[in-house]
């Protein structure tokens, strides 16, 4: 399996490239995110994880990102961002795109390889290879969803977040359980990328389909269950 390296400054690709190899890696180099997107498309099949830098020229790190999670091929590969600049917003929009983790240049290398050793290792448990509730099936191992006869594509992020919601079924998973199973990470509670993520899930596991499987607990998260859950009874008055 290889790591593909998107990054225009040359010193800089040049040692990630050394230093991953070093490192025990099978690596590959794009010097432009075009190019990039196209090695990615190319070698898909034996695509670990995409190491991205935000600022290139010409296609961005932000538009290889979008067009990697619109192909069925690469929707799913892991993407660790890279950025020069350390700002929320800028976090928070590489997240809402579907990159898995993030690291602001400059960078110590032994963090960039625990990272990408950490996305690398994460992966479903075996005993739930196959988890069906109502018309939906996930096969966890081949990393598909399906509703019925109809195929659903979804991006890493997506996949990790119907995985935990469905392993749970009936429990009420809060924002920061969902924000550090599935970006291992606490989030300010002042931003919405927990409701962004799960609006886009909605739009592709819901939306098309009479019967819900995601439902919200105001002020608790949400479950994922046939009927949403009933709200738990008020405790009776004081005599």
Request: hydrophobic content about 45%; aromatic content about 6%; charged content about 25%.
């Amino acid at each position: 399996m290889t790591i593909l390296i998107i990054e225009d400054e040359p010193k800089t690709g040049d040692y990630l490239l050394r230093g991953l190899a070093e490192s025990g890696f099978a690596v590959r180099l794009a010097r432009t995110g075009r190019d990039g997107l196209a090695m990615a498309k190319d070698g898909a099949a034996d695509l670990a994880l995409v190491v991205l830098d935000v600022m290139l020229p010409g296609m961005d790190g932000w538009q290889v990102l979008a067009a990697l999670r619109a192909d069925q091929a690469t929707a799913q590969v892991p993407v660790l961002f890279l950025t020069a600049r350390d700002e929320v917003q800028d976090r928070v929009r590489g997240l809402e795109l579907g990159a898995d983790d993030y690291l602001v240049k400059p960078f110590a290398f032994v963090e960039l390889v625990a990272r990408i050793r950490t996305l690398l290792r994460r992966g479903p448990a075996r005993e739930d290879d196959l988890i069906r509730i109502g018309d939906l099936e996930i096969d966890v191992l081949r990393r598909r969803v399906r509703r019925g006869a109809t195929t659903i594509v979804l991006t890493s992020q997506e996949f990790a977040l119907l995985h935990l919601l469905a392993q749970r079924q009936g429990q009420v998973l809060s924002r920061s359980i969902i924000a550090s199973q599935v970006w291992d990470m606490n989030f300010d509670s002042d931003t919405n990328v927990i409701e962004v993520a799960v609006r886009r899930l909605r739009r592709k596991l819901d939306d098309p389909f009479p019967v819900k499987l995601i439902h919200t607990r105001r002020g608790m998260g949400y479950v994922c269950d046939l009927a949403p859950a009933p709200a738990p009874a008020p405790a009776p008055d004081a005599a």
